[in-house]
């Protein structure tokens, strides 16, 4: 395996199914894969987001087998051993100590990154300026985690927050504050109250660490999820295509990394708060409210369709012509197989629908 000199590095997690925004996310291809915002998909604005700050070799993508053809074809300058390929889909912890174990097998000085291939971001200066002081701040406190906090700009009740606690520190003209606790997603009037009041922001669950560090608390917190990804990466050492390896992975608590290992009290974590123009296009009326807001419209049509006297309104039309005639706050999405229609408001539960759907349409 390449070795390389002790570099920061970003790995960028490209599994999940995406299901909220079906029915153009699906499984086989999940809207981290789909051009949502642009020409681009979510993943190539992520990988060019993340280049501007870090060459190819020190961005990685994190995904299941099942994932590694299309993203290479998506990333074309995406050397194919920078592809870390998760035996299968077990959870965030699993997932982190994974990637921290094979960074380490090329720099034992590792420190790494991992954000979502299915964010949008608008303030690319923002989003470059925290990234390069949280990688600053580790290497400053290596015994510490870092994440980056969203200042919040309404009152969501599908995010969990952060209370931010005393000044801890400045690096390259970021402040860094204490945590003084993350906190579960609120309900609408709590979620209000934290707006108004300044000191919380959006947990974003971007984590900064060193590998060495994250695997001793993995170790400490998790001793027996460490002897798995111990004894897995022994045996990958000596063959990557060990069939014992999955078989060993599978057996791994499917925990969150945040309840396994950030939010444990005496890590001490920091958060760097910062304004990125984030959204993680949750569902479609998400990603209607991110559009319409950066373009300054209020009626969104993709594809194949006409309208007449129509407002508010996200249309993605496939092959066949889709006209619309007088509707408000109404969602329409066509794919080969499966046309979702709904409002606004509404596109929010679509978990609730799946359950309803047929396998193979999902």
Known sequence: ?????????????????????????????????????SEKTLLQETYDRVKKFLPDK??????????????????PNLPK???????????????????????????PDAIFTTLPSDHAIQNLDAFISANLAAFDAVKKYPEKLITLGITPTAPETGLGYIKMGEDFDTINDEKIYKIDAFI????????KKYISEWGY????????????????WIKKYRPASFKILNDINEL??????????TKLYNTIDKEQLADAICEQKDLEPLVIPTNLGWSDIGNWG??????????NINFISKGNHVDHHSQDCLVYANKKLIATMG?????????????????????????DLISKIDEKYL
Not at 83 to 107: K, Q, V
Request: overall charge positive.
């Open 1 to 37: 395996m390449l070795k390389l000199p002790n570099m920061n590095y970003a790995v960028i997690m490209a599994g999940g199914s995406g299901t909220r925004l079906w029915p153009l996310s699906r499984k086989n291809k999940p809207k981290q894969f789909q051009p949502l915002i």
């Open 58 to 75: 020190q961005i990685f993508i994190s995904a299941t087998p099942e994932y590694e053809e299309e993203i290479l074809k998506q990333l």
């Open 81 to 107: 051993e920078n592809c870390i390929l998760e035996p299968s889909a077990r959870n965030t912890t699993a997932a982190h100590g994974f990637i921290a174990f094979n960074l380490l097998n090329r720099d």
């Open 184 to 191: 579960e997603k609120p309900d609408l009037e709590t979620a």
């Open 201 to 216: 922001l959006w947990n974003s669950a971007n984590y900064f660490f060193r590998a060495d560090t994250l695997i001793n």
């Open 236 to 245: 990958i050492k000596k063959n990557p295509n060990d069939p014992k390896v």
């Open 286 to 295: 998400a990603l209607y409210e991110l559009i319409s807001k950066s373009n």
């Open 327 to 351: 509707l408000k706050n109404i969602i329409i999405i066509d794919s080969p197989d499966a046309i979702l229609i709904t409002t606004r408001q509404e596109a929010q539960h679509i978990k």
